[in-house]
């Protein structure tokens, strides 16, 4: 039987300053659970219901479907909730890379969208996501669901963007409405491709650093539409970055 306490606890890493102190993130449903475990996440506790199976053995309490109800996040759980602790990495010391293809945040905010773009980069083979340092919390149940196990195949690092810019050999690429149309552009194997905010663009302080602007361009005249979602603008790049790889 699940506590009290133990599920004011789990509520608890619903916020950043909680996960943060106790280095614990929750994962939910068999699918990221089960890549998570696989990957080598340490998980700290397991509540899982009878039916559900897991790929490797590990320490599990197990629960009804009531009990597992108390302490999700969702509206409809999914046999098992983990908890598991933070993989340890000093983004201070994060070098600008020299090769490769990486995606740059510059303060995307919503978890949702946050959390497909992590699962678009795993598709697409990128490796490495740099979030600035008002990007949402790649820890946060939202983007971790979103992410549906995709974030323990993609390292994320917080970063003061600008500076970690300006120190990078790579081309870097930029979704703007002055760029250039994307699909009639040489895109090269390496770089970084930056995606800005849901509602201001890439910011005033990274636009200068972009040395190859681009445009995912409009085919409707007249449209109302003022921009692509960010999570789907990523995934149109991506796609055409790879096509051309």
């Known amino acids: 039987m699940i506590s009290k306490n133990e599920i004011k ?12 102190q106790n280095g614990l993130f929750v994962a939910e449903g068999p699918k990221v659970v089960s890549d998570l475990l696989l990957a080598g996440i340490k998980p700290s506790v397991i509540y899982a219901t009878a039916e559900c199976k897991l790929p490797v053995k590990t320490n599990r309490h197990e629960v009804t479907a009531n009990e597992l109800q108390r302490i999700s996040f969702l509206q409809h759980p999914q046999q098992v909730i983990g908890i598991f602790q933070i993989p340890e990495q000093n983004d201070t010391t994060v070098q600008p890379p020299v090769s490769g293809l990486h ?15 992590i699962r678009i980069a795993d598709w697409f083979g990128i490796d490495t996501i740099y979030c600035s340092l008002n990007t949402a919390d790649v820890w946060n149940p939202k983007v971790i669901q979103a992410t549906m196990g995709s974030v323990a195949h ?37 770089g970084i491709i930056i995606m800005g905010n849901e509602g201001n663009g890439i910011s005033k302080e990274v636009r200068p650093l972009i040395t190859n602007k681009l445009l995912i361009p409009n085919y409707r005249k007249g449209n109302t539409a003022e ?19």
């Open 227 to 245: 921009s692509l979602n960010v999570a789907i603008a990523t995934a149109i790049t991506c796609a055409e970055f790879r096509r051309h790889k």
């Open 103 to 117: 995606l740059a945040l510059d303060d995307v905010q919503d978890p949702g969208n946050l959390g497909t773009i």
């Open 9 to 20: 606890q789990i509520k608890l890493l619903e916020q950043k300053k909680h996960r943060k």
């Open 154 to 190: 993609v390292k994320v690092y917080y970063v003061d963007l600008p500076l970690f810019l300006k120190n990078c050999s790579l081309p870097i690429y930029g979704t703007l409405l002055d760029g250039n149309n994307i699909y009639e552009q040489k895109l090269e194997a390496n």
